[in-house]
């Protein structure tokens, strides 16, 4: 049985009046957010038959359109020993550049197996144009960064009316702009077992690389350095060697 509420709560806003409609079982409720109440999360609770069952909840702020924008200019990859040079533009959405602003950079290596955690924070303002440029220089990191891993940054900039503004980007860390996928026409590693052995080669970007390519077979169980290679061998060809044990008839 439905009984008719008593009124609602709203701890720190206080109790608000209900309509009860007893032939459809339902009820409504208004609400007032004084215009002194805190910006945060307010629970809703209905008083109803000695018991106070939680409904919901709403969020009290101050919301403000973004007058301003952040670009962050990177590369798609770099050596893991290169000097990676970021770029980060703040403009605003009516036009004009927007220098002087002074902004929170962070980045890390995402996917390092070393000992070091390599990351590191820097304040940077942009120029006249709007630009801040900053040099990561990998070389001089603790230890190098592993292969296959990535260069995180993340920006920070509270705009011209308080806003926080956010962006990211990555870079790939790798020894060459490819990428190298082996695909076998039969999954086995039983000697003796007959397969074919197919490569797809693509840049980072995941474009096609229209180019001869020459397969290494390896056991790398033994050698999983040379599992993960893959680089240049010269004009028009590439050199590679396979992701998985490859024991078998070719």
Do not use: C
């Amino acid at each position: 049985e439905f009984r008719d509420p008593t009124y609602l709560s709203v701890p720190g806003l206080g109790r608000f009046d209900v309509n009860f409609v007893a032939k459809f079982g339902s009820f409504e409720g208004r609400v007032d957010i004084p215009e002194d109440a805190r910006s945060k999360d307010y629970d809703v609770y209905l008083r109803i038959s000695g018991a106070s069952p939680y409904l919901g909840s709403f969020t009290v702020g101050d919301p403000r359109l973004p007058t301003a924008g952040l670009t962050i200019n990177a590369p798609e990859w770099a050596l893991p020993t290169a000097n990676v040079t970021v770029q980060v533009v703040a403009r605003s959405l009516i036009g004009p550049a927007v220098g002087g602003a002074t902004m929170k950079l962070d980045w890390r290596i995402e996917g390092h197996d070393g000992k070091e955690e390599l990351a590191s924070q820097e304040e940077i303002t942009t120029n006249s144009t709007g630009v801040a440029t900053v040099v990561i220089n990998l070389a001089n990191l603790a230890e190098t960064p592993s292969l296959r891993s990535s260069l995180a940054i993340d920006v920070q900039w509270v705009g011209p009316t308080r806003e926080l503004i956010e962006e990211s980007s990555s870079v790939k860390l790798r020894l060459a702009n490819i990428k190298v996928t082996h695909i076998r026409s039969l999954e086995t590693d039983v000697p003796g077992v007959g397969f074919g052995v197919a490569t797809d080669v693509k840049d980072l970007q995941g474009s096609k690389v229209d180019k001869a390519v020459a397969i290494n077979l390896v056991d790398v169980q033994k050698d999983l350095e040379r599992a993960w290679e893959a680089q240049s061998a010269g004009p028009g060809r590439l050199s590679a060697v396979a992701t998985a044990p490859l024991e078998g008839e070719v």
